[in-house]
T-cell receptor, first 114, second 113 residues
Framework: QQQVKQSPQSLIVQKGGISIINCAYENTAFDYFPWYQQFPGKGPALLIAIRPDVSEKKEGRFTISFNKSAKQFSLHIMDSQPGDSATYFCAASSNTGTASKLTFGTGTRLQVTL | NAGVTQTPKFRVLKTGQSMTLLCAQDMNHEYMYWYRQDPGMGLRLIHYSVGEGTTAKGEVPDGYNVSRLKKQNFLLGLESAAPSQTSVYFC????????????FGSGTRLTVV
């Protein structure tokens, strides 16, 4: 059972454009929604995260939009650059229970072209 | 400040062989995790630990065992490797739960032939 659904699987954006990656979740107990960025041959690295008490969080060119009622959240990369080419994973977790563990989406491979 | 170190980085095993993957962190994190990454399937949790001497099953634990004898180390064992275990394995650690962010290692690429 996939609890976090991510789309698209791959994305090609021109330099300077906006990259948008979407995720949807099922578990209403989720209360932490991070995005991870992974470059080839490397492990994922935390990019930006949001909690459901806010609808948007911005850090530089990266913005998370959160829609609690629709159980959806998205990553927007403004002014996309070739250096942003990587695989992006959304994730979600709940802090209830013995250990809060991240459930990851299936990933989006982003390619930013010149 | 190494963060999370995984060894080895690459390994080829024959079906039925055993091996141990080592994960070491120097950040004094309580929680540690083992994930596998397969094309189109994202990162799936194999086992995790909430502290020294503790382990628990994740989403895909079959065929794997783990041990956390020391706080800084988390070992993943394959007793009898199968081709279905061909994957890239990532170890991660966090201070407490996921809300503190995970720090990942650089991965171990395992091929079982």
């Amino acid at each position: 059972q996939q609890q976090v659904k991510q789309s698209p699987q791959s994305l090609i954006v021109q330099k300077g454009g906006i990259s948008i990656i979407n995720c949807a979740y099922e578990n209403t107990a989720f209360d932490y929604f991070p995005w991870y960025q992974q470059f080839p041959g490397k492990g994922p690295a935390l990019l930006i995260a949001i909690r459901p008490d806010v609808s948007e969080k911005k850090e530089g060119r990266f913005t998370i939009s959160f829609n609690k009622s629709a159980k959806q959240f998205s990553l927007h990369i403004m002014d996309s650059q070739p250096g942003d080419s990587a695989t992006y994973f959304c994730a979600a977790s709940s802090n209830t229970g013995t250990a809060s563990k991240l459930t990851f989406g299936t990933g989006t491979r982003l390619q930013v072209t010149l | 400040n190494a963060g999370v170190t995984q060894t080895p980085k690459f390994r080829v095993l024959k079906t039925g062989q055993s091996m141990t993957l080592l994960c070491a962190q120097d950040m004094n994190h309580e929680y540690m995790y083992w994930y596998r990454q397969d094309p189109g399937m994202g990162l799936r949790l194999i086992h995790y630990s909430v502290g020294e001497g503790t382990t628990a099953k994740g989403e895909v634990p079959d065929g794997y065992n783990v041990s956390r004898l020391k706080k800084q180390n988390f070992l993943l064992g394959l007793e009898s490797a199968a081709p279905s275990q061909t994957s890239v394995y990532f170890c991660a650690s966090s201070y407490r739960g996921s809300g503190y962010g995970y720090t990942f290692g650089s991965g171990t690429r395992l091929t079982v032939v």
